[in-house]
């Protein structure tokens, strides 16, 4: 073999080797008793991003309610590995989580995102049995764009424009709906005042629809989850920021409105400074979240989809007070006793890189503890003090 041929393979090995590397730092750690399913393929012979993971309890009695969590990304990136119900401990809680890779807009554009995961729900109720799991007791959970999707899914259970596919016959239908921060009325959105760039063919809602949302509305409402509002649509919890400088808190007051009208279940939950993403991790969050999925898919019978309308606020997550470092000195507020070193080196980056919020291997409150510039990353800039004290705009994708 020629030297330069055999080296342009090495480098080919080199990248994949990395590729991997960075995807198993990625991956939400599999407590002990909980069998991995991993890239099962809800489409068969279909497109490489139609794939799951499925988490299942080992020892459970009988069939199992399952959680499953749509990634966000501005639909044109992420990926199912990071699987916060994983990481937060659903499956040690009773519970079978999923969680799905679906087309990104660089791939197709909408609507085959919802399409993808009405094909994946179909399929996990078409498995039900193969993996001990409840097909009467499905939730969906996602944040962001995979809010925007689960609020869809939620919806649009009965519309057949989007259930195509296998498995036809098997209902895409989910009994719950935790809709962090999602998109909804993208005409609305984009003429939101400072919410404007959003408006642009090259913004992630233009590359979702094909092109700008005024020149697209009818592709936009297509795309609105409100559009498909109904008296029989499952309970929803919604919860947002109203710092949220990447989608407008007045998305998720549309939906909650809309639903409240139909009679459906539905709280929506304000974190008062909380931007997008960032001040999540105030102690009411996840046990509110643990609550609603305990009532609405563990409960025996399932209780009714329509009920009151209820709103709650709380305030966003800060950092109190640090606790001690190794040698006995108070380290700076907001950092628990940890260097940038030791952060990049666990989780795997240059000293000069960066960590993204859903790419990071901690709690979600720590990031928020460490994230002291609150712009989504955790960088050597949030370690320097003077640095951190100056909060940037935030420019993530929904």
Known sequence: MKPLVLCSLLLVLACEAAAQQRTNRNMAAVPDGVKAHRDLAYVAGGHERQKLDLFVPEQAAGPLPLLIWIHGGGWQNGSKEGCPPLRNGYAARGYAVASLNYRLSGHAVFPAQIEDCQAAIRWLRAHAKEFNLDPQRFGVWGSSAGGHLVALVGTSGDVQEFEGGAHTGVSSRVQAVCDYYGPTD?????????????????????????????????????????????????????????????????QSQLLFEALKQAGVSVHFHTIKGAGHGQGFGGPEIEPMVSDFFEKKLKAKPLPANRGAAQTSASEASSAGPAPKGKAGATAPAGRPGLTWEEVSRREGVAAAGRVPRDKFRGPPPLFDRLDRNRDGFLSKEDFDDAAAAKPKPQINPP
Request: negative net charge.
């Open 186 to 250: 993208f005409t609305v959105f984009v003429t939101t005042p400072g919410y404007e760039r959003h408006a642009g063919a090259e913004s992630p809602e233009g590359k979702l629809l094909g092109g700008a949302v005024a020149e697209n509305k009818a592709k936009a409402a297509r795309a609105n989850p409100i559009t498909y509002v109904g008296a029989d649509d499952p309970p929803f919890l919604i919860v947002h920021g109203d710092k949220d400088g990447t989608v407008p808190i007045n």
